[in-house]
């Protein structure tokens, strides 16, 4: 049967298809509005990537490289990062990445802090992801914490930090926001010096990263209208006030504010506490009080979230201040700040001929002296004759490197007594490292210290691997180069060096070479827990861990050496090294004082370093057989046992395996409660001396410093402290009063530091 349309079903037909259409027509009016509403959702859908391809994305390239990699559809920047090269992974399949903790820098500096950085915005829930430390790096970490951000400017850190471990842990952050990126990034990332790393250290693993769907609830805000302060220059005194606007939205709970830094001290919070509403106005104030780089961090915080900004100000000199800042006394030391001051102090010893005895000497920061190019040691004899005022320049103050280091120094000369001290008389040069430096002279060369007179003081004084030194004709040392009897010390003064280490790798040409110090001829002496870990080479002469030469009455206890001690041929006795060079891993020989009573004492120390063995006069200890035996004192002293045919009288044998427990320690220790510890990795698991008499010199820094215990499942902190946070090894929160069985990171905020401590309760 034929159908007929006609004008009526024609206008039945148009009428619903208006109507159809009108319908389509509000529900895309809907979608659109409800876009322009919450025009995230439809981003907001999971997304996961579990790094199964990383290598194919990313490729070999080094942790400098800035990487900017799609994964699984969103868009990330690496720096700092790498494939994981062993292919571990302990999650599923064999794929991981790496971040570094630390970049090595040498003629290419970082370029910003290490990071894992979502690139786009977009809706995010939870963030989370597994992290892991392989066994290397288990014992090298450090706290990591996720960001996000609202505008790319200001980060909000989420959650507490957390620190790797080798078994993998879950990371779970609440973002909760419509638009937002996130980051993983070092906790000290607003203070940290990315340009000064000295290693790839730190590395964390991370995989199977998650975001799941932002729920749509109202979020907090917690910004600021900056994203850092810059107070200027300030001269002494100057003080200069900056504002900003801090944004608090949607934010249960109270915002703590505080300064935090080494250079908080700078700074004071004008503003006491937020208003009501969803602004308040910050008030800060820099006051300039000596020269140089200042940096701490604002921070606002509430029990979920904080917001830091980086304050930054730079102290100039104006009229008669000298250095950086101070007045030169026990409270008010001169203040160390760069490598202009260190230049200053150098030309003033010099031109000056001031020696600043009686005088402190403070460093503020680390310092880079790359902009030197040949420091002249402070303190020296460089092209003069004579040993009087008019041929010497001694340094004779107190220098406290701050537990700072000095990095990129160089020094090359022809001259004698090198060093970044090159003459010191009755000084104290304290808590200071050197790394990544070259020191080049004609004789007497070291890192720290090229010659002492009569006596001085050297405590918990550092040098690292990184470090060269090498001379053209004798004596070369990786700390101190030597100590003499000069015009005689005051009653009671003598020379002491403890809680030093050295790593350097050391050259000398024909005359001696030690780790720790070459020659020593004062009387009095004491060593005691110093350390040589460093490869040391004298050609056809005396080399030891310790000390090269003894000359005077000297004590040494609880001293190491791991380091590879070598006598090399010159070629200048006929392609042989001569039988009367000697060797000790402690010390290599003694001279001038045989009818001294006990002008030799070593005790509770051990070498478990190689030694060549072309000489007959080699002794992983000292070799006593080669002066009176009566006139020394050699008591608890091992050696490795593995080391061969190597001269062993007078020291115990000891198997390297067994050098690296307990049991060992207790033998050093004479089986009672002393220095001798082993430190998760630290000197290749041997033993070394950083007992309570060791930690004495930190904690005389800071009598404040609290302590902690768990007891009857809670935390008891004894001292003084503004805030205390324990956290389980997943990185999440656990209450102070309520702890099971387990092992805990304990942090402690008390006068603008903070203290981290691992219990196992």
Avoid at 27 to 44: K, T
Avoid at 366 to 371: G, R, V, W
Avoid at 617 to 630: K, P, S, T, V
Wanted: aromatic content about 10%; overall charge negative; charged content about 20%.
């Amino acid at each position: 049967m034929r159908q007929y349309i006609t004008k009526k079903h024609t206008f039945i037909f148009f009428s619903l298809n208006i109507i159809i259409n009108m319908k389509k027509f509000y529900i895309y009016l809907i979608m659109a509005v409800s876009a322009m509403v919450f025009p995230f959702q439809a981003m907001a859908d999971e997304w996961t990537y579990d790094f199964e391809d990383i290598e194919a994305l990313i490729g070999n390239q080094g942790p400098r490289a800035v990487i900017n990699a799609n994964f699984n559809g969103l868009a990330w920047h690496l720096y700092g990062a790498k494939r994981n090269i062993d292919d571990q992974d302990w999650c599923n399949g064999e794929g991981s990445i790496c971040l570094n903790g630390t970049l090595l820098n040498s003629s290419i500096l970082a370029t910003e802090t290490p990071n894992i950085t979502l690139s786009n915005a977009r809706a995010i829930g939870k963030f989370e992801f597994y992290a892991a430390a392989h066994d290397y790096w288990k014992n090298n970490q450090l706290w990591w914490i996720v960001q996000y951000s609202t505008d790319g400017n200001n980060w909000i850190t989420t959650g507490d930090a957390f620190m790797a471990t080798p078994e993998p842990q879950l990371i779970s952050r609440n973002i909760n926001q419509p638009s937002a990126q996130v980051r993983i990034v070092r906790e000290d990332y607003a203070t940290y010096d990315y340009t000064s790393g000295n290693a790839y250290e730190y590395k964390i693993n991370f995989d199977d990263f998650r975001i799941t769907d932002y729920d749509g609830t109202v979020a907090p805000v917690l910004s600021a209208d900056v994203a850092s302060l810059d107070f200027g220059e300030l001269t002494k005194g100057e003080e200069v006030i900056k504002t900003f606007t801090l944004t608090h939205k949607n934010i249960e709970g109270n915002i703590a504010m505080e300064i935090i830094g080494d250079d908080a001290v700078y700074f004071t919070l004008l503003t006491e506490e937020v208003s009501e509403g969803e602004s308040t106005d910050i008030s800060i104030k820099c006051t300039g009080k000596r020269k140089g780089d200042y940096m701490a961090v604002f921070r606002a915080a509430t029990d979920d979230i904080q917001l830091n900004l980086t304050l930054t100000a730079v102290g100039k000199i104006e009229g008669d201040v000298l250095f950086s800042g101070g007045s030169g006394t026990e409270s008010d030391p001169y203040l160390i700040s760069d490598a202009s001051d260190m230049q200053t102090l150098s030309n003033m010893v010099e031109n000056d001929q001031n020696t600043f005895e009686g005088q402190y000497f403070l460093m503020t920061n680390d310092i880079n002296m790359s902009s030197i190019k040949n420091f002249r040691s402070i303190g020296n004899q460089f092209g003069r004759q004579g040993s009087g005022i008019d041929g010497i320049r001694p340094f004779s103050g107190t220098f406290d490197g701050g537990n700072h280091v000095i990095r990129n120094l160089t020094i090359s000369n022809s001259y004698n007594f090198v060093g970044l001290f090159g003459i010191v008389n009755g000084a104290t040069i304290k808590n200071l490292t050197i790394s990544q430096s070259s020191i080049y002279g004609s004789s007497a060369v070291a890192p720290l210290i090229g010659e002492i007179l009569e006596y001085a003081e050297v405590q918990n004084c550092h040098v690292t691997s990184d470090v060269v030194v090498k001379n053209e004709m004798m004596y070369a040392s990786g700390l101190i180069v030597g100590a003499m009897e000069y015009m005689g010390a005051p009653d009671g003064k003598y020379l002491r060096i403890s809680d030093c280490t050295t790593g350097a790798h050391v050259t000398d040409f024909t005359g001696g070479a030690a780790g720790i110090i070459c020659s020593q001829a004062t009387n009095g002496a004491i060593i005691e827990r110093c350390g040589n870990k460093a490869e040391v080479t004298s050609n056809n002469h005396f080399v030891a861990g310790i000390c090269m030469l003894v000359k005077g009455t000297t004590t040494i206890t609880d001293c190491y050496n791991t380091g590879k001690l070598f006598m090399e041929d010159d070629n200048s006795q006929g392609g042989k090294i001569t039988t009367d060079c000697r060797g000790g891993g402690i010390v290599a020989s003694a001279e001038d004082i045989l009818f001294t009573d006990n002008w030799l004492t070593i005790e509770n120390c051990y070498s478990a370093g190689y030694m060549s063995e072309s000489s007959t006069r080699l002794h992983q200890i000292y070799d006593a057989d080669q002066m009176m035996g009566e006139n020394c004192t050699l008591s608890n002293n091992y050696y490795i046992a593995e080391t061969g045919n190597i001269y062993q009288k007078y020291a115990i044998p000891v198997e390297e395996s067994v050098m690296k427990t307990d049991e060992f320690v207790r033998m050093l220790n004479r089986g009672q409660e002393g220095c001798w510890m082993i430190k998760n990795g630290v000197n290749n698991g041997f033993p070394v001396p950083e007992g309570s008499v060791a930690n004495a010199i930190e904690n005389a820094k800071s009598d404040s410093k609290p302590s902690i215990a768990i007891e009857n499942n809670r935390v008891v902190v004894n001292g003084n402290y503004d805030k205390v946070s324990v956290y389980d090894l997943n990185g999440q929160r656990r209450s102070l009063n309520s702890l099971a069985n387990g092992i805990y990171i304990i942090k402690i905020e008390a006068e603008g530091k903070t203290y981290s401590y691992k219990i196992v309760y």
